[in-house]
């Protein structure tokens, strides 16, 4: 079965498919962006439903992974996202954020403000940076009331106009980066989008692995049968739920070290990609500068 949200698409080279997690609670918070020639769009969409129907799963959502069918299901969407990363035409972008570093811990902090500004990053890192042009996109991201698309759409594209009439760099040099523009903007219901499901994953594995690697690391000890014998605090204490995401999260991490897909999650305590062209880029925000501060909101 096609989800149904696909109308009136014809003309456009490239689709994308986000979402986020925790935007407005939980220390660390994250969108996920998934991307790839539309040509392959309803292929991909049916190999999803396949994979939901077969684990009998209406729905995808990382907040529900709690059991053993999820955890099937996620395992099942992480195998086929590999298998597409592979083929090199399709990407997971995800864009991580902290908000008790420098930038984010403010007196008074707009999140949903500062939400649409880390959309506008992502959108602008995979649009401008990450795909070959020429590139005409659709966007379709999970409904959020938060969000004003169609004024961000318009943002966007201002910003496009401007990379335009930029000069070619060495590495364009025939500015092929510049033919980008982004044709449309339709938030959809996760539920009838099935790609935006993958995007939930995606948002919700990284965001876990930055607020929990504690966690992941002791289910990893526990997990080998092995018992510390020095333990200078009480041990970490883990969920049925924690083992659960434990266990998809690290049949990911083994999945990218086997294809060596440069992705690490013990270096930096959470996803993280060094090399952000790699189609696996965890992508976690780091403050600018002194200057670089979360809106604030205003009385």
Known sequence: MKSSCFTDIKGITHCAFSDESGYNFGRYRSIAMISFPHRNLDSIDEQIFSILEAANVREFKWMKLNDAKMRFCAIALVNLVMDLVLQREFRV????????????????????????????????????????????????????????????????????????????????????????????????????????????????????????YPKFDEWQFLSRGQTRFFQSEPPTRLTNRDKERCKVLDHFNRLCKKHRLRVSLKTMKGLWTRNPDYPLNFWLWIPQSGMDKAPVKTR
């Open 93 to 212: 972008d995800t864009l991580t954020w902290d908000i008790e570093d420098s930038r984010h811990n403010v007196i008074g902090r707009d999140d949903q403000e500062n939400f649409r500004r880390m959309y506008y990053q992502i959108f602008k890192n995979v649009f401008r940076q990450r795909w070959d042009g020429p590139c005409i996109w659709y966007m379709f991201p999970d409904e959020h009331g938060s969000v004003n698309w169609e004024n961000l759409h318009e943002f966007i594209e201002r910003e496009l106009d401007k990379l335009r009439n930029e000069p070619s760099t060495p590495d364009d040099e025939f500015g092929l980066k510049k033919l980008v523009k982004l044709e449309r903007i339709q938030d959809v219901q996760s539920s009838r989008c099935y790609p935006v499901q993958i995007s939930d994953l995606f948002a919700g594995m990284a965001s876990y692995s930055w607020a929990s």
